[in-house]
């Protein structure tokens, strides 16, 4: 990330318990890649809580995840709707674009997702 004049720090640790990492705050963006629609509804809220506190104001938060499955449970995440977004995350952030990813090519085990 040199060429973008970036610091990078990867960190491992539990996404739900993201006060225990001692990796700061203030930051302004945030990524999750896949993360979050596969928590329990415990995690979800420990998850938008942390990430929220790390963020400094006006941050950007890019959040990729699926819907949920269109024929009930199955492998895979279980996926989250626009409205729980907003529930979990609205307090902390406005939620500016929820839209489909039309480029995404989902594993076929995955079944009948829709990437959000």
Same mark, same amino acid.
């Given at each position: $990330?040199?060429?973008?004049?970036?610091?990078?720090?990867?960190?491992?640790?539990?996404?739900?318990? =993201?006060?225990?990492?001692?990796?700061?705050?203030?930051?302004?963006?945030?990524?999750?890649?896949?993360?979050?629609?596969?928590?329990?509804?415990?995690?979800?809220?420990?998850? #938008?809580?942390? *990430?929220? #506190?790390? #963020?400094?104001?006006?941050?950007?938060?890019?959040?990729? #995840?699926?819907?949920?499955?269109?024929? &009930?449970? &199955?492998?895979?995440?279980?996926?989250?709707?626009?409205?729980?977004?907003?529930?979990?995350?609205?307090? *902390?952030?406005? =939620?500016?674009?929820?839209?489909?990813?039309?480029?995404?090519?989902?594993?076929?085990?995955? &079944?009948?997702?829709?990437? $959000?």
């Amino acid at each position: $990330m040199a060429e973008a004049n970036l610091d990078v720090h990867r960190v491992h640790g539990d996404v739900t318990r =993201l006060e225990t990492l001692s990796i700061g705050g203030g930051f302004d963006l945030l990524v999750d890649r896949g993360c979050f629609h596969g928590l329990s509804d415990e995690q979800r809220d420990r998850y #938008a809580a942390g *990430a929220s #506190a790390l #963020a400094a104001p006006g941050a950007v938060f890019l959040l990729h #995840a699926h819907q949920p499955r269109k024929r &009930g449970i &199955g492998p895979g995440p279980r996926g989250i709707t626009r409205h729980e977004i907003e529930r979990r995350f609205g307090h *902390a952030w406005e =939620l500016i674009v929820c839209a489909p990813d039309t480029q995404a090519h989902l594993p076929r085990w995955l &079944g009948d997702f829709d990437p $959000m």
